[in-house]
């Protein structure tokens, strides 16, 4: 149930929180997204960039609003994950998401050279992610 919860909030930020059943956190972070993702020019970058338009993508972000976006997606993912069981180590299961948030801070930073940004910005968010939460299932 754990990993769902996870899983719920990677496919859009706040998703996990409703299936944990915490539905004002749920809906606040719904709403954060949605104003992230529209002022930052989000999708616009995805769909550009995945049709080969890689600079397009890159001139279409609004970068002020997509700084803040891979640190409230990882929180997001770490608060679902570490909400959906009790009693849960706080300190050492929060660190691959730390370190997912700051690898995609630095992609953001350092998009322009990149061969596809949208996707490898959210690799190096995803794979430690999940790295952590298969480290730390047990837990």
């Not at 972000?61 to 929180?75: E, M």
């Not at 996707?119 to 837990?139: A, K």
Request: charged share 10%.
């Amino acid at each position: 149930m754990r990993n769902i919860a996870a899983l719920f909030s990677m496919l859009m930020p706040g998703f996990g929180q409703l299936y944990n059943r915490q539905f004002l956190k749920g809906v606040f972070l719904l709403i954060v997204e949605h104003y992230d993702n529209v002022f930052g020019k989000i999708n616009t970058a995805i769909h550009l960039d995945f049709n080969g338009f890689h600079q397009k993508a890159l001139e279409a972000a609004n970068f002020q609003y997509v700084l803040f976006y891979p640190g409230f997606y990882a929180y997001t993912v770490w608060d679902a994950w570490y909400f959906a069981k009790p009693h849960a180590n706080k300190a050492k299961s929060g660190i691959p998401f730390l370190i997912g948030g700051f690898l995609g801070e630095f992609g953001v930073i350092f998009a322009f050279p990149l061969p596809i940004p949208t996707l490898t910005v959210g690799l190096l968010m995803i794979v430690p992610m999940i790295t952590g939460m298969i480290i730390f299932r047990n837990q």
